[in-house]
């Protein structure tokens, strides 16, 4: 049975593509002829990146009330294009390069690339991709460049454990971390070239006082002037790097104000902290409408399963492939974080965990809390109510669950016979 859909018009009545490089891009213009509408006219051009011929592009294209103009996302040559575009009113489509992949066997030439790029756009055949607003696009540059610094903070900190296991200093194996207020002093004294076991231990504080003994064990090592030196560079560095963030932090403070509202309604799902909810609303926004449902969410960020089905079959593992590699990082530390709290998130975490194991638990907690986002962005008076660690116990039948119990004892050949309790 035929059945009517929900499709707009085939052909955009005036589109114009981009192939973009470094120095130069490839426009190609496709606008209907006059007086007959079923011929086009076609137009190939080839501008410099320098805005000053970007801004005579973006005029020519007013100038023909171009409707849509799309390009390739290639590297990050793309965003000068797309928000000198964007400024003058035009409506830029970032579309990913895979969808518009040229037929094999053609010749490829910049221009056959922008012509073959139009045509595919003016048959509406392309998604975009999302490109969020300014204001969300320099949130999204601070807080990417933080977690940047704290990956290169990470690594400095590798290497200075690994110089001092090089001098056969143990610090790391007595404190389980070197670089708290005990064990930056102790760094200090070192490269202040004292080499006594007994006066490096007394340095300790706190907790660590008790272990004074292990601690001299720890500085009975090969320490000289040469380790000295690299690592009085490596700790300026890691003091150079925390200021850097704590600047950045600031930053982000500032930039994070006009959203102050949706990032303290994230901060309550367990898990998620000031600098987590930040992140995410970089890297999404906080305008649902550009995704429809949660589901268009996750399937964006690749928090679902991909389906691959042929001759009805089903093939693959269902992965969920690779997304935004920021807001998986924030979501897959957010996860282990709730795996650790007495919730509905935690519970959810470990029943996962123990049938089919941490890593898919936490994809799967990852996603329920990206569908948590979801209706707290959409909905600006929703606010987060933990469903409880006994959520999924409170909803299951008591007698499905005796059941399922006699049928497993029977499986390993015992005969049930219940008696209720006194």
């Known amino acids: 049975m035929l059945a009517e859909t929900q499709d707009e018009d085939q ?18 213009v496709r606008v209907p ?73 053609r010749p490829k030439t910049d221009v056959l690339d922008s012509v073959w790029l139009c ?21 999204r540059d601070l807080t990417r460049y933080r977690a940047d610094l704290v990956g290169t903070r990470t690594a400095e900190k590798n290497r200075v454990e690994k110089l001092l296991e090089d001098a056969c200093i143990k610090l790391s194996v007595v404190a389980s971390d070197i670089f708290g207020v005990s064990g930056r002093e102790m760094m200090a004294a070192l490269i202040a070239g004292e080499r006594n076991p007994s006066r ?14 292990e601690l001299e064990e720890a500085f009975t090592g090969q320490f000289d002037d040469h380790h000295a030196f690299l690592l009085a560079r490596m700790l300026a560095r890691i003091d150079g790097i925390d200021a850097d963030i704590a ?14 509202a949706a990032a303290e309604r994230l901060d309550e799902i ?25 589901g268009h969410l996750c399937s964006w960020a690749k928090f679902s399963p991909g389906i691959n089905s042929s001759a009805g079959k089903t093939k ?33 975490h470990q029943r996962i965990a123990r049938r089919r194991g941490k890593k898919r638990a936490i994809v799967a907690t990852g996603r329920s809390i990206l569908v948590i986002i979801w209706h707290l962005l959409q909905d600006p008076d929703a606010r987060f109510n933990d469903l409880g660690p006994d959520y999924f116990s409170r909803r299951t039948d008591p007698e499905s669950r005796k059941r399922g119990h006699i049928r497993q004892l029977e499986a390993l050949g015992y005969t049930v016979t219940l008696a209720p309790a006194a």
């Not at 035009?90 to 390069?97: C, I, R, S």
């Open 11 to 28: 052909i955009i009545a005036r589109v114009a593509a981009i192939d973009i490089g470094k120095a130069e891009l490839v426009c190609c």
């Open 33 to 105: 002829a006059e007086g007959d509408r079923r011929k086009r006219l076609q137009e190939v051009s080839t501008h410099s990146t320098m805005t000053r011929s970007l801004m005579e592009l973006a005029n020519h294209l007013v100038d023909l009330r171009i409707e849509r103009v799309v390009m390739e996302a290639t590297s990050d040559y793309w965003k000068p294009v797309f928000y000198l575009l964007e400024a003058h009113g035009l409506e830029p489509w970032l579309v990913n390069a895979r969808d518009v992949k040229h037929l094999p066997g």
């Open 119 to 139: 045509k595919v756009a003016e048959r509406q055949m392309l998604r975009p991709s999302f490109v969020p607003p300014a204001p969300i696009r320099r949130l």
């Open 200 to 213: 490096l231990a007394q340095l300790a504080r706190t907790r660590m006082r008790g272990k004074i003994s």
């Open 247 to 260: 600047a950045v932090d600031e930053q982000i403070e500032g930039q994070l104000a006009p959203f102050a």
């Open 270 to 294: 367990p898990g998620i902290g000031p600098v987590a909810a930040a992140a995410i609303i970089a890297e999404i926004g906080v305008d649902m409408t550009r995704f429809p449902t949660a």
């Open 316 to 348: 693959g593992n269902g992965s969920t492939g690779h997304g935004n590699r920021y807001l998986a990082r924030v979501l897959g530390e957010a996860a282990v974080g709730a795996s650790k709290t007495h919730t509905f998130l935690g519970e959810r």
